[in-house]
């Protein structure tokens, strides 16, 4: 997002420069343009500083209109002349910056496979903030607090989907369950990872997650990728109210019953023992 309000700061020679006016403009492609104008008069006194680094710094996020395109590109470049009072004018090469977002789809299943309605989840960032998303799950912003994150609901086919995230790591944490199932004893990490090329394009991007620390990061890939969006699919299971959350497996049901039948095996160790003393 560009706007009037952007913060800009030139520097030439390492020295802060202020005699120069910002001109933000929105274009019909939906991309914005700003320019720099420097004024000639008093550049044209810095005849110290010729050969001089000009840097010009500002700052920029991408709004919720472009966090669903996968390549948000940045260009610079800038026009100049060796000769202020003069008009002729010369132009630097175009430097492009690429920004990537991404689309994730979970889907909210029971250990059976059936889709669950009505779960809720907030997502940490790996900051410790947390995040905000529009209506249609953009990515808006961060907040400092878990009450204050937007909470996303699956909906009547369990999915849930949010866009807008940029490489990193995340947390899906699930505040609320779906009613008859229990929230799980885990959270679900998951690692956005993109390897860019030697221009900085996106060349693959992969999804890593685990739900549970005693269990290796799975690995999921990307299911769509064209010019629009870049979206990973994956599924998050809860267990039925009365039993232990499990990630999917049966580990945790053969220990409660073998625990119940060391117990068993206990009583009746000890009521033959009452009786043998009776």
């Given at each position: 997002?560009?706007?009037?309000?952007?913060?800009?700061?030139?520097?030439?020679?390492?020295?802060?420069?202020?005699?120069?006016?910002?001109?933000?403009?929105?274009?019909?492609?939906?991309?914005?343009?700003?320019?720099?104008?420097?004024?000639?008069?008093?550049?044209?006194?810095?005849?110290?500083?010729?050969?001089?680094?000009?840097?010009?710094?500002?700052?920029?996020?991408?709004?919720?209109?472009?966090?669903?395109?996968?390549?948000?590109?940045?260009?610079?470049?800038?026009?100049?002349?060796?000769?202020?009072?003069?008009?002729?004018?010369?132009?630097?090469?175009?430097?492009?910056?690429?920004?990537?977002?991404?689309?994730?789809?979970?889907?909210?299943?029971?250990?059976?496979?059936?889709?669950?309605?009505?779960?809720?989840?907030?997502?940490?960032?790996?900051?410790?903030?947390?995040?905000?998303?529009?209506?249609?799950?953009?990515?808006?912003?961060?907040?400092?607090?878990?009450?204050?994150?937007?909470?996303?609901?699956?909906?009547?086919?369990?999915?849930i989907a949010i866009s807008g995230l940029k490489a990193g790591?995340?947390?899906?944490?699930?505040?609320?369950?779906?009613?008859?199932?229990?929230?799980?004893?885990?959270?679900?990490?998951?690692?956005?990872?993109?390897?860019?090329?030697?221009?900085?394009?996106?060349?693959?991007?992969?999804?890593?997650?685990?739900?549970?620390?005693?269990?290796?990061?799975?690995?999921?890939?990307?299911?769509?990728?064209?010019?629009?969006?870049?979206?990973?699919?994956i599924e998050v299971l809860n267990a039925k109210e009365g039993?232990?959350?499990?990630?999917?497996?049966?580990?945790?049901?053969?220990?409660?019953?073998?625990?119940?039948?060391?117990?068993?095996v206990a009583v009746v160790a000890l009521v033959a023992h009452?009786?043998?003393?009776?």
């Amino acid at each position: 997002t560009l706007t009037d309000n952007t913060a800009v700061t030139v520097t030439i020679g390492g020295e802060t420069y202020t005699a120069w006016t910002k001109n933000v403009t929105p274009n019909v492609d939906g991309t914005t343009t700003l320019t720099i104008t420097f004024n000639p008069t008093e550049f044209a006194k810095l005849k110290d500083k010729t050969g001089a680094e000009i840097k010009i710094t500002y700052s920029a996020v991408l709004n919720k209109d472009a966090a669903t395109i996968l390549d948000n590109t940045n260009e610079v470049k800038i026009e100049y002349s060796n000769n202020p009072t003069t008009d002729g004018t010369g132009t630097t090469n175009t430097d492009v910056i690429h920004v990537y977002t991404y689309k994730i789809d979970f889907t909210k299943k029971n250990t059976a496979g059936l889709a669950l309605p009505g779960a809720k989840f907030v997502l940490k960032l790996s900051d410790g903030k947390f995040a905000t998303f529009d209506e249609k799950g953009v990515f808006t912003g961060t907040v400092a607090t878990k009450e204050e994150a937007t909470v996303l609901t699956s909906d009547d086919n369990g999915n849930i989907a949010i866009s807008g995230l940029k490489a990193g790591t995340y947390t899906l944490i699930e505040t609320e369950a779906p009613s008859g199932y229990s929230v799980p004893n885990f959270e679900f990490v998951f690692t956005i990872s993109q390897k860019l090329d030697e221009n900085g394009k996106l060349e693959t991007a992969t999804f890593d997650y685990t739900t549970d620390e005693n269990l290796k990061a799975a690995k999921g890939y990307m299911t769509d990728k064209t010019n629009t969006s870049a979206s990973f699919a994956i599924e998050v299971l809860n267990a039925k109210e009365g039993s232990l959350p499990t990630t999917g497996g049966i580990g945790t049901t053969i220990f409660t019953v073998a625990g119940i039948a060391v117990m068993a095996v206990a009583v009746v160790a000890l009521v033959a023992h009452n009786k043998k003393n009776d």
